[in-house]
């Protein structure tokens, strides 16, 4: 029987994740990381697979958990060798884990550009991966861009002095709003109460 439970998350949320499992005190549960895609020009699905494969072991099962980055990781149909050890956890946008599909609407429809704690901590690294000067940023970001929003989960200190940096650099308004991480959390804690569940049918299934 698998005791331990993977979750696999862009490196953008780790510390979103490992907060929640801590102060959760989710024992069976280990958190890893994924580099974010979203900072290349293509996504490496197969980079996220292997890794997940990898956590998996001979005992254990991984959720990987991510947006369109997780387009294309092939996961093992059920009875098949490995079957059921890595699962995938995806929303449109991963901007979802940390605010409700409505607001991040809205602001977009605002013209802001969303950030998260995890994202504004090596933005200048990004800046460079995208070929960005601070000229060709601040051309790029305001031919669409009218504002910089932080969806603040609480999980970075440095995130406002962060964001006040990007915005002086791109020459951008910026503001933060406060999304703590109740919505992570109760999606989390809904995917290690469902690998729980499994593993008792699981049990229940040997001695039935």
Same mark, same amino acid.
């Given at each position: 029987?698998?005791?331990?439970?993977?979750?696999?998350?862009?490196? #953008?949320?780790?510390?979103?994740?490992? =907060?929640?499992?801590?102060? $959760? *005190? %989710?024992?069976?549960?280990?958190?890893?990381? &994924?580099?974010?895609?979203?900072?290349?020009?293509? *996504?490496?699905?197969?980079?996220?697979?292997?890794?997940?494969?990898?956590?998996?072991?001979?005992? *254990?099962?991984?959720?990987?958990?991510?947006?369109?980055?997780? #387009? *294309?990781?092939?996961?093992?149909?059920?009875?098949?060798?490995?079957?059921?050890?890595?699962?995938?956890? =995806?929303?449109?946008?991963?901007? $979802? %884990?940390? =605010?409700?599909?409505?607001?991040?609407?809205?602001?977009?429809?605002? /013209?802001?550009?969303?950030?998260?704690?995890?994202?504004?901590?090596?933005?200048?690294?990004?800046?460079?991966?995208?070929? %960005?000067?601070?000229?060709?940023?601040?051309? &790029? &970001?305001? $031919?669409? +861009?009218?504002?910089?929003? !932080?969806?603040?989960?609480?999980?970075?200190?440095?995130?406002?002095?962060?964001?006040? $940096?990007?915005?002086? &650099?791109?020459?951008?308004?910026?503001? +933060?709003?406060?999304? /703590? !991480?109740?919505?992570?959390?109760?999606?989390?804690?809904?995917?290690?109460?469902?690998?729980?569940? #499994?593993?008792?049918?699981? +049990?229940?299934?040997?001695?039935?």
């Amino acid at each position: 029987m698998k005791t331990q439970l993977c979750l696999l998350v862009c490196q #953008n949320f780790l510390a979103e994740a490992a =907060a929640i499992v801590a102060e $959760e *005190g %989710f024992a069976d549960v280990q958190i890893a990381a &994924f580099a974010p895609t979203c900072t290349r020009p293509t *996504g490496d699905a197969d980079t996220i697979g292997r890794l997940a494969a990898e956590r998996a072991g001979p005992s *254990g099962d991984v959720v990987a958990l991510g947006g369109y980055c997780l #387009n *294309g990781l092939a996961t093992p149909e059920r009875g098949s060798s490995g079957a059921n050890r890595v699962q995938i956890a =995806a929303v449109p946008r991963c901007l $979802e %884990f940390a =605010a409700p599909a409505r607001l991040v609407d809205a602001q977009v429809e605002a /013209g802001a550009y969303l950030l998260t704690p995890g994202w504004l901590s090596h933005w200048r690294r990004t800046m460079t991966q995208w070929g %960005f000067d601070q000229p060709t940023a601040r051309e &790029f &970001f305001a $031919e669409t +861009t009218q504002k910089l929003v !932080l969806l603040d989960t609480g999980t970075d200190a440095q995130s406002d002095s962060h964001l006040r $940096e990007l915005a002086d &650099f791109l020459a951008l308004p910026c503001e +933060t709003l406060s999304v /703590g !991480l109740d919505r992570f959390r109760l999606g989390l804690t809904r995917i290690v109460m469902a690998w729980r569940l #499994n593993q008792a049918i699981d +049990t229940a299934a040997v001695w039935g």
